[in-house]
């Protein structure tokens, strides 16, 4: 089994910045992906940006330039660096990543979410 602990939400006044960090523990013998999605009230849940293990990135068009995703191999993090927030940007973000277990079998993983809040 795959945690994946997420940290660093909160609230934020436009124009401010957040980071968000994950990290993942368990039974795992690499991480191929590990990126953030985010779904606000009423809404599908949308990738925000991932990163592959060699560090290959793709950011949804409405946070580039804006939002930074960045990993650690070695400790199984992934961290999401938010700056110029805008009021639009609050959601709940979810940590994802795709493991590789040590039995050597590949799944999906979620975090349990941190709410970001953008107001005045």
């Known amino acids: 089994q795959v945690q994946l602990v997420e940290s660093g939400g909160g609230l934020v006044q436009p124009g401010g910045s957040l980071r968000l960090s994950c990290a993942a523990s368990?039974?795992?013998?690499?991480?191929?992906?590990m990126g953030w999605y985010r779904q606000a009230p009423g809404k599908q849940r949308e990738l925000v940006a991932d990163i592959t293990r060699g560090i290959s990135t793709n950011y949804a068009d409405s946070v580039k330039g804006r939002f930074t995703i960045s990993r650690d191999n070695a400790k199984n993090t992934v961290h999401l660096q938010m700056n110029s927030l805008k009021p639009e940007d609050m959601a709940v973000y979810y940590c994802y990543a795709r493991v590789v277990s040590s039995g050597y079998t590949t799944r999906d993983y979620w975090g349990q979410g941190t709410q970001v809040t953008v107001s005045s």
């Open positions: 368990g039974s795992i013998f690499s991480i191929n992906v």
